[in-house]
């Protein structure tokens, strides 16, 4: 019954190797979300995708790709792995439809990079 | 952009003590969203409160759009409370902005 999943959830790598993140959400929203959270519990907006079309890109460095197969999945691909991309990632979605936008998140995934 | 801040930044209870949490925004608002993150790293939902106030169990909230800030009220606070609260603000735009968040501990 889990409303918003993301695989998988924890992620531990070597600098330099590709990795994806999977996230599906059974709600029926029609956006979905990518967020950052640092080590300070700092979380920041990635991407915002609508419908399947990328909406919001908040200056976040093209080794990050974000692909939307559908509405209900959301996934993230990163490529050449830094050590500065250790971080905890929360998919969320949200239903604009009418306009509301209460965000529900993912579990998370845990990436380490070493 | 919109700006939120959040106090107090830490805080640490008395199992069944009594606290309030805030959200100041620097920008009129038609969304406002309360989370709790427990220890384990979740992001649950609290509230939904663009305006009003609204109750679930021993927590509270309140939203005054128009002097724009929400609290948060925790009533005989429990050790399972402890954890990371957020209030975050949809922009409209496809955005949220979150605050920086209030770190809970809550002692036996």
């Known amino acids: 019954d889990t409303a918003v999943s993301q695989t998988p959830k924890y992620l531990v790598t070597q600098m330099g190797n590709d990795k994806s993140i999977k996230c599906e959400q059974n709600l029926g929203h029609d956006t979905m979300y990518w967020y950052k959270q640092d080590s300070k519990k700092f979380l920041k907006i990635m991407f915002s995708?609508?419908?399947?079309?990328?909406?919001i890109n908040e200056t976040v460095p093209n080794r990050f790709s974000p692909k939307s197969p559908d509405k209900a999945h959301l996934n993230l691909h990163i490529n050449s792995l830094e050590l500065g991309d250790s971080a905890v990632y929360f998919c969320?979605?949200?239903?604009?439809?009418?306009?509301?936008?209460?965000?529900?998140f993912g579990p998370g995934t845990r990436l380490t990079v070493l | 952009g919109i700006q939120v801040e959040q106090s107090p930044p830490d805080l640490i209870l008395q199992e069944g003590a009594n606290s309030t949490l805030r959200c100041n925004f620097s920008?009129?608002?038609?969304?406002l969203q309360w989370f709790h993150q427990n220890p384990w790293g979740q992001l649950i939902n609290l509230f939904y409160i663009p305006s009003g106030t609204k109750q679930n169990g021993r927590l509270s909230a309140t939203t005054v759009a128009t002097e724009r800030y929400s609290l948060l009220y925790i009533s005989s606070s429990q050790t399972t409370d402890s954890g990371v609260y957020f209030c975050?603000?949809?922009?409209?735009?496809?955005?949220?902005?979150f605050g920086a968040g209030t770190r809970l501990f809550v002692k036996a």
């Open positions: 920008d009129s608002v038609n969304n």
């Open positions: 975050a603000l949809p922009t409209g735009g496809f955005k949220t902005i």
């Open positions: 995708y609508n419908n399947k079309e990328l909406i």
């Open positions: 969320a979605s949200s239903q604009r439809q009418p306009l509301r936008d209460e965000q529900f």
